[in-house]
């Protein structure tokens, strides 16, 4: 297995899917290979040629997490030559319940290395190129200049605006995907083939705090095998050249409905990146430089670890322990003495809070706590903390005791 970061020359064909210049494409499939491909084989819209395509392809996955894993599996077992991930996460034991790339033994290594692991035992004929980092503005062209399909399996915003700002600079089709709790959604964003961005569907970054993250609203884990199974797909048949791009179409999956549906999205002329009058000219933007988690919302203001909050309440605590989850999530599990206030709630009760006295706020992993310290620091409250990691780090902590 190799880390390569190398860019490689290529020529486009008409869905802007490079193929490799003549002599450095493979031309024949193994024995090996023949046995292992051999349902491909016997589809006509794959076939051999079609094999051999996927052989020679580059994909670039950003995320090896929830939607990364099955992405992952289903294009290294359909025989996708190269395959670049990009993650500079470890694997946490929260992401087992989703994340089926990664296993036990694998808690506190690097994800890319899980994941790489795990799809040699897959297919050991194909190339798995690692990129140990985040993807950022600063080497998003680099990384992806050497690659013909974009596939995003990210978790924020920012990075999901960079994925779609780098594809269309390199004028690469992205395959993206999201998920929440019991819904996701796929689509193709290429404006090279005559479709819409991101951008189009999305103008700009959400407010911060407006949209919860995954790691704030949960996700049933099955939901990402069923969406990042779509996007393999998507990718696949960008490859092969076969079936229908959906361009400006959104597949909306509601697993509580069973039902799937369609959205349209135009092209908007109005665009900031792909519109009549484009005034975004490069990766680093106002979007893709925006911090993706609540890490600046903690940072910038008073706050208190979990373990300095735990000596804090064994020491004869005469303040107040605000949690702001919601009545399920606190019945599931809560820290002793705290009081629940759900933050939707938080702004009818802050007459009934001591101004007086220090005052703690904590909810899953800091996000919701943090938004409900600033409330309270514009309404006048001045002695008020953010518990960093909120129940998350709480509970982390007791299981490693």
């Avoid at 020529?11 to 491909?40: F, P, V």
């Avoid at 798995?128 to 950022?136: K, N, S």
């Avoid at 696949?236 to 509580?256: E, H």
């Amino acid at each position: 297995m190799k880390i390569v970061l190398a860019k490689r020359h290529s020529t486009l064909d008409r869905r802007g899917i490079s193929r490799q210049a003549a002599g450095g494409m493979s031309g024949t499939l193994s024995a090996a290979e023949q046995l292992r491909y051999s349902r491909h084989l016997l589809i006509p819209e794959v076939g051999a040629a079609g094999q051999l395509r996927l052989k020679n392809a580059a994909v670039l996955l950003i995320g090896s997490g929830a939607l990364g894993s099955p992405i992952a599996m289903y294009l290294a077992a359909a025989g996708v030559g190269r395959l670049g991930l990009v993650d500079a996460d470890v694997v946490e034991a929260s992401n087992l319940q989703r994340q089926i790339l990664h296993s036990e033994a694998w808690l506190g290594q690097a994800k890319v290395a899980s994941a790489a692991a795990r799809l040699q035992e897959v297919n050991p004929h194909i190339q798995i190129e690692l990129h140990a980092c985040r993807f950022t503005p600063d080497n998003a062209l680099e990384i992806a200049g050497g690659y013909d399909v974009i596939v995003d399996g990210s978790d924020n915003f920012p990075t999901r605006f960079l994925t779609n700002d780098t594809a269309y600079f390199l004028r690469k089709p992205l395959v993206y995907g999201a998920i929440q709790r019991f819904e996701g959604q796929t689509g193709v964003f290429a404006p090279h083939l005559a479709g819409p961005c991101y951008r189009c569907l999305l103008p700009q970054l959400p407010a911060a705090g407006s949209v919860p993250s995954c790691q704030e609203a949960g996700v049933l884990g099955v939901l990402p095998g069923i969406i990042g199974s779509l996007q393999a797909m998507e990718a696949l048949k960008l490859i092969l050249g076969i079936g229908v791009v959906p361009l400006g179409k959104l597949t909306v999956y509601d697993a509580l409905r069973s039902t799937f549906r369609s959205l349209k999205v135009e092209r908007d002329p109005q665009c900031r990146l792909c519109g009549d009058q484009p005034q975004i000219h490069s990766v680093t933007n106002a979007e893709t430089t925006a911090q993706p988690t609540c890490e600046f919302t903690q940072q910038t203001m008073d706050s208190i670890t979990t373990t300095e909050l735990r000596a804090v309440l064994h020491g004869g605590f005469t303040g107040l322990l605000i949690d702001v989850r919601e009545p399920e999530e606190h019945a599931l599990a809560h820290i002793p003495g705290a009081r629940l206030i759900p933050l939707p709630t938080l702004a009818e009760q802050l007459g009934t809070l001591p101004r007086d006295r220090q005052i703690y706020v904590h909810c899953k992993s800091g996000m919701r706590s943090s938004k409900a310290v600033r409330m309270l620091l514009e309404r006048g409250f001045s002695q008020v903390k953010n518990v960093t990691g909120g129940i998350d780090a709480w509970l982390a902590e007791e299981s490693a005791r």
